[in-house]
């Protein structure tokens, strides 16, 4: 197969490496708006952020027997996320190797043999060719022809603790690298519980027309929006606004780009889900959460806090809200999102969760509506010439790194800050600048 | 070998069709139909508050997602345990209409601009004899900002409850076209 494919895609493009970092300046704290905007930059960020980045393509509850799958997208490559005969999870390019029709096109299902209705050229859950039709004609009248080399371009695959992930990269570190002490935070959400998590079934689908970073920016540590933007949303939830925030027990914390900000407040986020009986849940388990993830994780499982891994994975702990922003060109991103619960989590809480996420953090969700208009109209004044000129302030929390006896990473005090949005930036600028 | 081009077992034919329900007098029916039309002039003039009051108190107002599945596949394309749109009670309903009549609902001010349109109407009986089922399908068309246009079109399944204060909506689906939504939100009820 690799012998076949013409390696990199890249092509020759306007912007140097001296270019890519006039457009970031983490000392001062500003960002060139031309990266919201600016095709070729939107190319090069597929070619180097989506076609290498390890990118969250699921969860092992959406396929748990042989034979399931479903369909996403790695950038602008949608793919095949099949387990097979060997339980083995294969991540494949939904593209025939013939003609380049999709392959499939249900979202989730069960099947055996992915035939091209093109052709109908039949492909097994681990991307090999396993038939088409007149075979033995290719046989006699194509010198060298080997199934072999037809199969669907295979991605990377690796999983942590239910979330898989995909590179197309083949130079691209481990995932475990990857992810580094991103783990210990991701452990929040995903080992509270010895059953472990699933995500509830379906997928909401929006589209949004803003930059894919922009949403990225705002979950990764933007939580200095959330009083203002959302105070409609929380007299809808809660009867009253968004309450005020003890800064100096926040903190803004971040590994590779990966970013999460958060209070230690247990339970503030989950409660703009509106249902009691999910705080007593969440309290009732408060013990048991720090007998397995110690004191200060314990108190990070339902707080007011947002978290997005590089480049576009997403989730609000509390919420238990998990989206990916898939970009559809400069200016568009196509939205997804599910519901994450612990699977030993009682069947009617599980039912809260699903109905509270909907009417939170969904496109008809009292706090979303006002994130898509904001993160729109950002996009959308970029294309005045006047207003490209001039950078965006980026430099709350300059001075705010401090070192922590027991939180990972690149740790900041208070989480109105700018700080992960710095780091984001920076793995950005790097993974741009990486011109091989 | 000779293909016959004629009728053959192959090619469908006709079935008969559901009876038109004789039952439903032209009374409900139109009844039903200035019911119909009341709540879109009510959703449109962001009469939010006196559409609830067109609500049962048991109200179930569901919007489902499609998921895309194959024909074969033994689970359904429609699931109500399924995350949904809308899936809410009079309560949840109540609570978004808060925050979009509430001052700072930012995404608001300056207000959406809809139309909902109601057509193709059907009514029957339902086995409870103060229940009526109503088949219709809408558009609704929203303006947003300067440019801004989005439509919606959809196929609704209600349940109209006789009360002492007239007709009340007590259950409603709703299945739009679309599957990935082409819009940032959802800020309209259908």
Redesign the interface.
Known sequence: MPTLTTGSSTRRVGWSKDDLRSLIDLEKGFIDRRIFWDQEIYQLELERIFARCWLFVGHESQIPNPDDFITTYMGEDPVIVARDLQNRINVLLNSCPHRGNRIV???????RRFNCNYHGWSFAADGSLVGLPAEELYEQTCPGFDKKDFGLIKARVGTYNGLIFATFDEEAPPLEEYLGDFRWYLDVLLDNDEGGTEF???????????NWKLPAENFVGDSYHAAW?H???A???LGQPVGKINQDRSFAVSVNGHGWQFGLDMIGNAMTL?EQEVLDYLRSREQVVAERLGKIRSRMVGSVSSANMFPHFAFLPGHSTFRVWHPRGPNKI?LH???LVNKNCPEHIK?LY??G???TF???G?F???D??N??HCTATAAGVVARRQKLHYGLGMNSQIEHDELKGEVHLRKYNDANQRAFYRQWLKLMCDER | MPVFLGDTPVIRRPAPPPPVDPAVTLETYYRVQQFLYLECRLLDEERYEEWLGLLTEDIHYWMPLVQARYRKDPKPRYDPHRMAYYDDDLFTLRRRITRALHPTAWAEDPPTRTVHHVSNIEVERTDNPDEYRAYSTFTCCRGRNEVEESVLHGRRVDLLRETPNGLRLARREIYITQSVLLSKNLNVFL
């Open positions: 096109f249900a979202e989730a299902g069960t099947r509830i079934d379906g997928s909401v689908k929006s589209q949004m027309n803003c933007t105070n409609s949303g007299v809808g939830m509106g196509e999102t599910w519901v039912e699903r109905k996420v909907m009417r969904s496109p008809t009292v979303e509506m006002d898509g208009e993160w729109e």
